[in-house]
């Protein structure tokens, strides 16, 4: 019998491993740089997004806030107690000196185109835009006591919570008529409750050489007869606010409130103010044009404001190119016209409508 012969076994052969070969280097390099700026990109994009985000954020908040402190006051125009919309020659006594420019619900605001006119007591510097001046009683309302005497010329009032004080101008009206008068004495500061203070509005009060006080004689009904305690006359302060734009002193431009010569800034980034006038041509209560402030004729016929603020950025390349913007007319043809900013920080124009509420009826 022939012997078999054993099977042969087949060993793979072994090489030992090197390393990657170019094209495998060249593969993972390249996939790796796709990754990587992929991963780029995202960051990039995502960073921007939140910068732009956030800019808008910003000037959306500052528009806001400016618009609602502006129309805030706006409502409450003319406001002097419960007759405040047909406050007029006949039932409204102006006795200050020097005069302020307040004779009932038809003086409640004037408007100086591109601040044209206004008298800046204020140590911040209009930078841009109109000016707005409102005039209104503000604060507390505070119970008269007893009657007023027009002879002595002083009234008594249950507290002065309010603070007035020599030079402030202090309203006192019933649901009939109304007297403006600077206080002339010093009443003591109080706190709400019963603290009978009384205001006097003689001929000099503060002021170099009292100047800073009413007229010597105050003639016709109002200025003879008493606020009556049994008709509910109350007394308030009133107060003349401008609103404008100013630079600040951070160099940014922003939107303040003056009154007398403190101006307070309010908000920051506010760069430009445009104001227009509703103007009731007709005497029906509803405005038929809106006019700039140097073409109106009689401010007792406004019956409504448009305000457009421009809010802008602080991150000056946050935009891809200068943007475009329509605040006001610029070519005096009744038409918006677009203008272009200077440089690429973000802008938006914001613009509210308000009725006037205390009006000459």
């Not at 000037?59 to 047909?86: K, P, W």
């Not at 009731?280 to 006019?291: K, M, R, S, W």
């Amino acid at each position: 019998m022939q012997a078999r012969m054993p099977a042969t076994v087949y060993m793979p052969h072994r090489r030992a491993q090197r390393g990657l070969t170019l094209v495998e280097a060249m593969v993972s390099i390249t996939i790796g740089l796709i990754v990587v700026g992929a991963l780029t990109y995202l960051f990039v994009g995502a960073r921007t997004t939140y910068r732009v985000n956030d800019e808008l954020a910003r000037v959306q908040e500052a528009g806001r806030f400016a618009l609602d402190y502006i129309a805030q006051d706006l409502r409450m125009t003319s406001f002097a107690g419960c007759r405040s919309r047909s406050l007029g020659p006949d039932n409204f006594l102006n006795v200050t000196r020097p005069a302020v420019a307040f004779n009932g619900s038809g003086d409640g605001i004037v408007g100086f185109e591109d601040g044209n006119g206004w008298t800046n007591s204020t140590g911040v510097a209009r930078a841009a835009g109109d000016v707005i001046v409102v005039r209104r009683a503000v604060g507390l309302v505070v119970r008269v006591l007893g009657n007023s005497d027009p002879v002595a010329r002083r009234v008594t009032i249950e507290h002065n919570a309010m603070r007035l004080s020599n030079g402030d101008l202090a309203l006192v009206a019933d649901c009939q008529r109304a007297l403006l008068f600077r206080v002339t004495n010093n009443p003591p500061p109080t706190g709400v409750g019963h603290f009978p203070t009384v205001l006097e509005y003689a001929e000099l009060g503060a002021g170099p050489g009292g100047t800073d006080g009413n007229l010597a004689v105050i003639s016709g009904p109002i200025g003879n007869e008493a606020f009556r305690e049994d008709a509910r006359a109350q007394a308030m302060r009133l107060v003349e606010t401008a609103y404008f734009v100013g630079t600040n002193a951070a160099g940014r431009r922003a939107l303040y409130r003056a009154v007398g010569s403190t101006a307070e800034e309010l908000v920051d980034g506010i760069e430009d103010i445009e104001i227009l006038y509703g103007v009731d041509t007709d005497l029906d209560g509803i405005a038929n044009a809106y006019q700039r402030a140097d073409a109106v004729a009689d401010w007792s016929h406004v019956v409504a404001v448009r305000v457009s603020l421009l809010a802008v950025g602080t991150d000056a390349t946050v935009a891809t190119a200068a943007q475009t913007f329509a605040l006001r007319d610029t070519s005096g043809d009744g038409i918006v016209d677009a203008q272009t900013a200077p440089d690429r920080r973000l802008r938006q124009v914001f613009t509210t409508t308000v009725a006037l509420r205390n009006r000459m009826l």
